[in-house]
């Protein structure tokens, strides 16, 4: 199944930063040692500095930041269809919701722990994932987007009206996480640590044969297909898989706020991974991951001082489609690139 | 169930079904021409229905006849700066761009309306000539209601006119074939899209005014009758006003129905139907598969 036709791949040499659609890359030499190291580095630094943040930041900051790096992964997970495979799914929030409420509904109904939920939610994304993927591949482009968005209304729509089950537009909220949880530093640990090696996941699928296969899939679909490649499988395979990693997301909601309520399938809810995607940079690993960041940080910001916060982001998103269609770390990268072809001509 | 239930069951669909068709028929003419989605369809919609209670409520009740005229032609002029300062710009790029900035006006636009409007839900009285009832056998079925339904009436026939036997109607056809060709052939394009967006706005706020006296009216309204109109428009078949038609009127009749038999699934009857249309025909049933 996960077949690959585009030979051997190329070495890895920038990790969690391999651009998906560069003009610039395939042109370029590979890059030196030094500037790998730097780039290792760089993320080692990342990591370590959010590791700091329970010891630096106030309780509410604290959990802001808890809160991005969940939604970082909801981002990440959502563009491996959307910018690696050229899947617009607008109904991720689907298993998003399925993660959160496959906890609390477990916890609630049968009573059993959160870490059997948490363990069950990769899985029941993963399988309901598998289901829609079925129907909604059959469609393409435009037309997948908003079967996609279809389905998620529709999951949406049971979980508001199956009031015995699900607690209907209350949602479900109360003790679920286990004591060890509760404490806000180990829950923001987990959360991180979670996020961390779930992205390094997601970070080896997209640049295995698997992730090569899906980009070439999207470049040229029917030279993919002329080269045997099996079109349907490798998509299908990408859906569940951000389906799982989705739902994996969802969990972290329940853990950041100990509830899971229907609003988080709704399909205005889709948009936010794929916004997050477009603001920091889609064809970027981690240009979602820094897309949740701002999402999360400029919101508080703006309802600080400004109130309207969907007008703001409206503006935001407006000016970065039209004008700068790499996105926020696709701006910061182009110009590392050309600090360092320039450092590079001024040492010769 | 009496025969004069059903009639009256029957009614109520297809008053439910106009304002749905009036509001897909400018999204699917929208796609027609221009291959977009446009999600700030939703927000023209309830531009249109706010801006009647606007009017009605400035005018010191009565003007709804006014409100019903003037509110569909401002957000026709909304409609038009919004395609000449953002729309045009996207029509070559892909469908994801499209829809993230159709998904921003609606953002904006929604924001915007919150400060205008507030969150207070409004509502508006029928006018005074269609406020009554008629009868039907023993039962009675609003006037205005029917006012509706006929309206749907007479905008599908203007814009099977409009399309078929106008100079605009042919060349719109013509730009939903192959729009290169009607440039090197003297059409202006730009003008026609910005026709286009402009009619399409219109028919989303004529829509949401028509429909202002049958429901309340508040924030979310745009939300909600997005998601419908295009599965409306998307049932029918994208870029075909007679599918938006037939794709209302089935709508209508599911939702009915589950209100009926099925009350606590009725929701998700509509996305059903949706879902078990794209899969057996991906386009639509009026649509043409996607070139």
């Not at chain 1, 045997?228 to 299908?236: D, E, I, R, T």
């Not at chain 2, 028929?25 to 606007?54: D, E, P, Q």
């Not at chain 2, 949706?274 to 386009?283: D, E, F, G, Q, T």
Request: hydrophobic share 55%; net charge neutral.
């Amino acid at each position: 199944m996960m077949l690959s036709t585009t030979g051997s791949t190329a070495p890895p040499d920038s990790p969690l930063l391999d651009e998906v659609r560069s003009t610039s890359a395939a042109t370029e030499p590979r890059r030196p040692r030094t500037r790998v190291a730097v780039r290792f580095g760089g993320l080692a630094a990342l990591v370590a500095v959010l590791a700091l943040m329970p010891s630096t930041l106030s309780a509410t900051s604290l959990l802001n930041v808890q809160s991005a790096i969940g939604l970082a992964l909801f981002a990440c997970a959502t563009n491996l269809l959307v910018g690696y495979g050229g899947l617009v799914s607008f109904g991720q929030a689907a298993f998003y919701g399925i993660g959160a409420y496959t906890i609390a509904l477990m916890w609630l109904h049968w009573q059993t722990s959160f870490w059997v939920g948490f363990i069950a939610a990769p899985v029941v994304g993963a399988a309901a994932a598998l289901l829609v993927g079925l129907v909604a591949l059959r469609t393409r482009r435009l037309y997948f987007a908003l079967l996609t968005l279809a389905f998620s209304q529709l999951f949406y729509v049971i979980v508001l009206q199956q009031t015995g089950f699900t607690g209907g537009a209350n949602g479900v909220f109360g003790a679920i996480l286990p004591s060890f949880l509760v404490d806000p530093n180990h829950a923001y640990y987990f959360t991180l640590a979670v996020a961390v090696l779930a992205l390094l996941a997601l970070w080896k699928i997209t640049r295995s044969p698997f992730g090569m296969t899906l980009r070439a899939i999207r470049e040229n679909r029917e030279r993919a297909e002329a080269l045997g490649v099996n079109v349907f499988a490798h998509q299908l395979m990408a859906f569940v898989l951000a389906g799982l990693f989705c739902a994996l997301a969802g969990t972290l909601f329940v853990v950041h706020d100990q509830s899971a309520n229907p609003d988080l399938l709704a399909w205005t809810e889709s948009g936010i991974p794929i916004f997050m995607s477009v603001i920091g940079g889609m064809y970027l690993f981690l240009g979602p991951a820094l897309g949740a960041l701002i999402y999360e940080q400029g919101r508080d910001v703006v309802l600080a001082s400004f109130s309207d916060w969907q007008l703001a982001f409206g503006v935001m998103l407006l000016v970065i489609v039209l004008f700068a269609p790499q996105g926020v770390l696709g701006l910061l990268a182009g110009g590392r690139d050309a600090v360092w072809r320039r450092w590079r001509t001024l040492r010769r | 169930m009496t025969l004069d239930n059903d009639i009256i069951t029957f009614l109520s669909a297809m008053t439910e079904a106009s304002s749905l068709f009036v509001a897909a028929a400018g999204l699917t003419l929208v796609f027609g021409a221009m291959r977009i989605i446009n999600l700030a369809h939703g927000s023209f919609y309830m531009y249109g229905a706010f801006l009647v209670t606007a009017i009605v409520g400035a005018a010191g009740g009565g003007r709804f006849w006014l409100a019903l005229a003037l509110a569909p032609l401002a957000v026709a002029g909304i409609g038009t700066v919004v395609e000449l300062t953002v729309l045009r710009r996207v029509y070559r790029r892909d469908h994801l761009v499209q829809l993230v900035v159709t998904y921003a006006l609606f953002l904006i636009l929604a924001d915007l309306a919150l400060r205008f409007w507030g969150t207070q839900a409004r509502s508006v009285a029928p006018p005074s000539l269609l406020s009554g009832s008629v009868s039907i056998g023993s039962s009675s079925f609003p006037v205005y209601d029917l006012f509706a339904i006929g309206a749907a009436v007479v905008v599908g026939l203007a814009l099977w006119v409009l399309l078929q036997h106008t100079a605009l109607g042919w060349r719109i056809r013509a730009a939903v074939e192959d729009p290169e060709m009607l440039a090197t052939s003297g059409t202006n394009v730009p003008l026609l899209s910005t026709t286009v967006l402009a009619i399409g706005a219109l028919l989303a706020g004529l829509a949401g005014a028509l429909a202002s006296p049958l429901q309340s009216i508040s924030p979310g309204l745009d939300a909600s009758i997005i998601v419908q109109a295009f599965i409306v428009a998307v049932i029918g078949g994208l870029g075909s006003v007679t599918g938006a038609a037939i794709g209302a009127v089935i709508i209508s009749l599911f939702d009915t129905a589950g209100v009926l038999w099925a009350h606590s699934w009725e929701p998700a009857f509509i996305y059903l139907a949706m879902i078990v249309v794209l899969a057996l025909r991906p386009w639509g049933l009026l649509g043409a598969p996607e070139r």
